[in-house]
């Protein structure tokens, strides 16, 4: 027996792969420092919880709409409105289990084989996964650190061709933490207007997760509404990973055809958790200024230390829990450097090449953990790292 062709091309993340390696080396007694995982070390804040126990109590454990519950979709559409500035339309609202179905179904309901779907590199590794799924041709954009990682509008306009028909933009972005400039998206937004096939997908699940200034989208800019997809969820902005939350916003024609994928894949979004849900988006908003307020100071933490090791130099991003330090000059390849300090130092990070062929020469450390551990996890790579770069050197 054989499986599908089109299932080689699946990739995967290796976060999870890295952690279930790190707690292999826990089992056997190792103290590990993960630095790996992206998902917020702090607990779902207690009245979105309550709000979940009220819906089970209240008989909230039915099928709902494929699209989600209205009063889920009304919430959505008022939240996306105030943030972007943009009217939205609950009908122009999708809610699904977690944010990876809105890239799913943006890409199996637009993407013919051979079409061009433009995605960042390094960038979030199922983007590129689901275009080879479906046989689409993917088509790195890279993401510099020249350009603090940003991108080349130039480089951008260059790659746009009659057969493109998806943009993906990460802004603030996974690995970098980078951050998408105004000037920037004015530009991707008048190249597009050259190409009236091609649509855009802002993945913007750090959203709300920036240290300076706000958040930009660009489905906020004019004549972008019609051809953009918003994909935004819970899981980071209120520490909500395991409750499977996201949400996209898109032209009403496309959301439809969304919704139907949503049917034949996994009937609907929990019918309680989508109650929690509405109580994230309209309750406290405190719980998530005090962890980005504790999130900027491990930023704070992390960038001063990896600037000390050796071979290292690091970039302060400006949004998301992510570093992206340069390892080019321990003269160690990503994969390798992460692996042994994993082996030898108990700090489980990241290649930068998980993201992409671009990612070379870098890691990616999450700090989604403590003070304590970032500093114990640096402290590690500092006696580490002379003795793997001398390593090297024989």
């Known amino acids: 027996m054989k499986l599908a062709q ?26 590990i420092v993960h630095l790996e995982i992206g998902e917020p070390d702090f607990d779902t804040p207690a009245n979105i919880r309550e709000a979940a126990k009220k ?39 999708l809610i699904v289990p977690g944010g990876k179905p ?27 996964s689901m275009i080879n799924y479906v046989g689409g041709k993917a088509v790195p954009l890279p993401i510099r650190e020249e350009n603090d990682f940003d991108f080349d509008p130039a480089e951008f306009e ?32 008048k190249a597009l207007a050259k190409f009236p096939n091609a649509m855009l997908l802002s993945d913007e699940i750090y959203s709300r997760i920036v240290y300076e200034g706000s958040h930009l989208s660009l489905l906020s800019l004019p004549g972008m509404k019609e051809r953009t997809i918003l994909l935004d969820g819970f899981s980071k902005t209120w520490a909500m990973t395991g409750w499977r939350l996201g949400y996209g916003v898109g032209p009403r024609w496309l959301i439809d055809a969304m919704a139907k994928l949503s049917t034949n894949d996994h009937s609907c979004t929990a019918s309680f958790s989508q109650m929690a849900a509405i109580e994230a988006l309209n309750g406290p908003q405190d719980c998530v200024d005090k962890m ?22 690091c970039r302060t991003p400006k949004a998301a829990f992510y570093v992206f330090p340069s390892i080019k000059g321990t003269g160690m ?19 930068g090449t998980s993201f992409g062929s671009h990612g070379e020469g870098y890691l990616r450390f999450s700090y989604a953990n403590s003070v304590e551990n970032i500093e114990a996890a ?17």
């Open 6 to 31: 089109s299932y080689s091309r699946l990739g995967t993340e290796t976060a999870f792969e890295v952690l279930a390696r790190a707690r292999a080396l826990e089992a056997q007694g190792r103290k």
């Open 158 to 189: 260059r790659l746009l061709t009659p057969k493109t028909k998806l943009v993906i933009v990460n802004s603030p972005a996974n690995p970098t933490g980078g951050v998408m400039s105004a000037s920037t998206m004015e530009r991707v937004a």
């Open 292 to 313: 980005v307020a504790e999130f900027k100071r491990r930023r704070d933490v992390i960038v001063k230390g990896l600037n000390s090791l050796p071979g290292v130099t």
């Open 102 to 128: 809105i890239l799913f179904f943006s890409i199996m309901a637009l993407v013919d084989p051979g079409d061009e779907i433009i995605y960042p590199n390094p960038g979030f590794p199922i983007y590129e």
């Open 378 to 394: 640096l402290a590690a790579m500092k006696q580490a790292l002379p003795k793997l770069a001398e390593a090297v050197a024989k």
């Open 55 to 93: 819906a089970l109590d209240r008989g909230y454990t039915h099928y709902g709409p494929s699209a989600g519950l209205p009063e889920a979709r009304k919430a959505v559409a008022e939240y996306v409105s105030k943030t972007r500035a943009v009217p939205v339309a609950p009908e122009e609202t």
């Open 333 to 351: 390849k990503s994969k390798a450097l992460a692996d042994a300090l994993l082996s030898e130092a108990g700090v489980a990070c990241l290649p």
